[in-house]
């Protein structure tokens, strides 16, 4: 056993390995040099080192770019570990070790990335997709954040249907993401610039990942998967430029992934399940958006849907579901 400094609870030998890890984190981690803890939770920790950032959890928190998945002591984030934010980290050849905490290893970590939707993907398909999961969400999406901004962003009709309490994030969230619609239905040949009034998401909302970040983060990685590039690289640059005075660190890192048209696996799996018949079914990937922070995983979902839905107008398939398209 290994002995925490200040007399905390040891820590056992060996290393934790870390199982599965994405680029970003494989990027901070493998950087050596020194470092600090810059969050910590019940069962992960975000560690910075010069490379950027990582979150390293259980497998439970799901592979995303930024995760080091591995087995991690229960309760990490209790006081008897003696762990703190601001904790200094090392970051060796293949090893990390967190003052008074455990050593990470990355010898038998295997790199995810996220699979590209086929070639082959039907718009039709997508319709229906969409058509479908502004069904389920009426029924799920939590009333926390922005995803009971579903039914009519696919709907085609003004968020502002589905967040009308007259509280300042919901009205702020509105009015943002019906700018950043807007925009995006402009399509290909629109205007280059987005909307001022689309600038409120960034930062908008609670949390290391607020919710208006992680809604653009969703229809970034949407545009990316659709082969929208254009479009794509316009809102990253828009939503990055922003991000440096708007929003925290680790939002900033969730965002720079998203440019790039990674997040969590749970996002791209609804995705392909939107857009290929046979693949994970809807209901199985919003038990995973649903375990994705407070309600990060469907602001996120909300921001993917905003995308697909000004690509492809899915009017035309939402007969078969009007009785669940009511204002929230």
Excluded at 10 to 37: D, E, M, Y
Excluded at 111 to 134: F, I, N, T, V
Aim: a positive charge; aromatic letters at 6%; hydrophobic letters at 50%.
């Amino acid at each position: 056993m290994r002995a925490d400094p200040a007399g905390a609870t040891p820590f056992a030998s060996p290393p934790v390995a870390v199982s599965l890890i994405g680029s970003a984190a494989r990027r901070a981690l493998s950087a050596t040099g020194r470092g600090a803890v810059i969050a910590l939770f019940e069962r992960s920790v975000y560690v910075e080192g010069r490379a950027g950032l990582a979150c390293l959890g259980p497998p439970s928190l799901g592979a995303g770019p930024l995760n080091a998945l591995c087995a991690l002591p229960a309760g990490l984030g209790r006081p008897a570990w003696g762990l703190a934010s601001g904790a200094p980290v090392c970051f060796g050849p293949g090893t990390i070790r967190i003052a008074g905490g455990p050593v990470f290893s990355l010898a038998a970590a295997r790199d995810w990335r996220p699979p590209p939707l086929p070639r082959e993907w039907r718009a039709d398909d997508l319709r229906r997709g969409l058509a479908a999961l502004a069904a389920a969400a009426r029924a799920r999406a939590p009333d926390a954040g922005m995803g009971a901004m579903i039914p009519a962003l696919v709907a085609g009709a003004s968020p502002s249907f589905t967040v009308a309490a007259p509280d300042p994030f919901r009205r702020a969230a509105a009015h943002g993401a019906s700018a950043l619609v807007e925009w995006l239905a402009r399509g290909e040949h629109g205007p280059p610039a987005l909307p001022a009034d689309a600038d409120v998401l960034i930062g908008l909302g609670p949390g290391l990942t607020p919710s208006g970040d992680d809604f653009v983060v969703g229809a970034m990685i949407a545009l990316r998967c659709l082969r929208a590039q254009a479009r794509a690289e316009r809102l990253a640059a828009w939503a990055l430029a922003r991000a440096e005075a708007n929003t925290g660190k680790i939002s900033r890192a969730h965002l720079a992934c998203a440019a790039d048209g990674e997040g969590a696996a749970a996002l791209h799996d609804a995705l392909a399940a939107l857009c290929v018949p046979g693949s994970a079914s809807l209901a199985t990937c919003l038990d995973a958006i649903d375990a994705i922070g407070h309600c990060s995983g469907w602001d996120a979902l909300a921001g993917a849907t905003a995308a697909c839905a000004a690509f492809i107008p899915v009017t035309a398939y939402l007969n078969d579901y009007a009785g669940t398209l009511v204002k929230r």
